[in-house]
């Protein structure tokens, strides 16, 4: 497993720009795939974007697609979340997520997929 730490979160308004970072220690010679998830009060965790190994593949939720951009430099052992656009629904907990990938193209898309976790950064947009 690996150990992963958000950052980035804030109060925003509607319309503007958050970057959201997850920096992972522990088991980063590995591959693995990685992805950010949210909650929102009252309502189950939902995936919002996850990345390959390879940033070769990546995945977007229908309600995030053309206005995040999940991104990752395997140098830094960091998956980066650039949110544009933000609206109120966006509001919720972001995690950030892991887990070891036998192919450097693998995505996962589930939340029981991933075994890894961050602690949660919160994301406030204001209207």
């Known amino acids: 497993q690996v150990q992963l730490v958000e950052s980035g979160g804030g109060l925003v308004q509607a319309g503007g720009s958050l970057r959201l970072s997850c920096a992972a220690s522990?088991?980063?010679?590995?591959?693995?795939?990685m992805g950010w998830f949210r909650q929102a009060p009252g309502k189950e965790r939902d995936i919002v974007a996850v990345?390959?190994?390879?940033?070769?593949?990546?995945y977007y939720a229908d309600s995030v697609k053309g206005r995040f951009t999940i991104s990752r430099d395997n140098a830094k052992n960091t998956v980066y979340l650039q949110m544009n656009s933000l609206k109120p629904e966006d509001t919720a907990v972001y995690y950030c997520?892991?887990?070891?990938?036998?192919?450097?193209?693998?995505?996962?898309?589930?939340?029981?997929?991933?075994?890894?976790w961050g602690q949660g950064t919160q994301v406030t947009v204001s209207s």
């Open positions: 997520a892991a887990e070891g990938a036998a192919f450097s193209g693998t995505l996962y898309f589930k939340e029981s997929d991933f075994g890894s």
């Open positions: 990345i390959s190994w390879s940033a070769g593949a990546t």
């Open positions: 522990g088991r980063t010679s590995s591959r693995y795939a």
